[in-house]
């Protein structure tokens, strides 16, 4: 649908944030860096911040949520948020009365847009990915966009959720060699390539390249590590696992908006 918009604002080890602009609304998945930068990079895609309807918070982690206590303050909108991850939240006045809090699973709809909720594997208290379904003006679903990023692996749970998806954001976080080599602690390396951290480049392209097969046509490779990962890498085996289906590949920039066009 050609009024349809889905935007990395940024996204990457030290921020996130999505916008999904649809007829019915617009809503943000995340919010990290700080206000500031949020409400700059909205501006840069032409994005009214009064028009943001809601916001889904993935988890708790700082580089989703750190702009919210003070973006809050000026554009107070409600928040959704799984149960076990809203006690990082609860102590901002300004975040509190906003909070919508859910169990891991769940269906809302929220500014007119269909979100259900799956769980996904990562090293937070409740960690979750979303699947937003885009009514057409008769109320059937005509666009349908999956979001997983912060997955360790990839389990039913999050293939089932972005399957039959037509555009998905997908983690592509980290290229394993480079990891390993690299100049981060071991304990923090161990944490990363484990099943509760984040998912690498040969496993987001198999991923990538099952969904292709179910009919996802718009991929964007999101949360790239700057130290163990290059944008070209994750490209490049990504185009390579999916072959020569019929898709569009796009990578999200860590500090500026990349928009799938």
């Known amino acids: 649908?050609?009024?349809?918009?889905?935007?990395?604002?940024?996204?990457?080890?030290?921020?996130?944030?999505?916008?999904?602009?649809?007829?019915?609304?617009?809503?943000?998945?995340?919010?990290?860096?700080?206000?500031?930068?949020?409400?700059?990079?909205?501006?840069?895609?032409?994005?009214?911040?009064?028009?943001?309807?809601?916001?889904?918070?993935t988890h708790e982690h700082t580089d989703h949520v750190s702009a919210?206590?003070?973006?809050?303050?000026?554009?107070?909108?409600?928040?959704?948020?799984?149960?076990?991850?809203?006690?990082?939240?609860?102590?901002?006045?300004?975040?509190?009365?906003?909070?919508?809090?859910?169990?891991?699973?769940?269906?809302?709809?929220?500014?007119?847009?269909?979100?259900?909720?799956?769980?996904?594997?990562?090293?937070?208290?409740?960690?979750v990915g979303y699947r937003i379904e885009i009514p057409d003006a008769d109320g059937a679903v005509a666009y349908r966009i999956g979001y997983a990023t912060d997955i360790g692996y990839v389990t039913p749970e999050v293939e089932e959720g972005l399957s039959g998806c037509d555009a998905v954001i997908l983690e592509s976080n980290h290229?394993?060699?480079?990891?390993?080599?690299?100049?981060?602690?071991?304990?923090?390396?161990?944490?990363?390539?484990?099943r509760r951290g984040h998912?690498?480049?040969?496993?987001?392209a198999a991923l990538a390249a099952r969904l292709c097969a179910k009919g996802t046509k718009k991929l964007m490779l999101a949360h790239l590590s700057q130290e163990n990962n290059a944008p070209d890498i994750a490209y490049d085996e990504c185009i390579s696992a999916v072959g020569d289906a019929d898709v569009k590949v796009f990578v999200a920039h860590p500090e500026l908006p990349t928009e799938m066009l």
């Open 1 to 57: 649908m050609s009024d349809i918009r889905i935007i990395s604002l940024y996204s990457g080890s030290t921020g996130n944030s999505f916008a999904i602009v649809a007829p019915s609304g617009t809503l943000l998945i995340d919010a990290g860096k700080n206000a500031k930068r949020l409400c700059g990079a909205l501006a840069e895609v032409g994005i009214n911040v009064d028009d943001i309807g809601a916001i889904l918070v």
């Open 68 to 127: 919210l206590p003070v973006f809050l303050k000026k554009h107070p909108v409600p928040v959704h948020i799984a149960f076990g991850c809203a006690y990082k939240l609860l102590p901002h006045p300004s975040v509190e009365p906003l909070l919508n809090m859910h169990p891991p699973i769940y269906e809302e709809l929220i500014c007119g847009m269909h979100v259900t909720s799956f769980p996904t594997p990562h090293d937070s208290r409740a960690s």
């Open 175 to 194: 290229d394993y060699d480079m990891l390993m080599t690299g100049p981060y602690p071991y304990d923090l390396k161990k944490r990363i390539a484990s």
């Open 199 to 204: 998912l690498s480049n040969p496993d987001s």
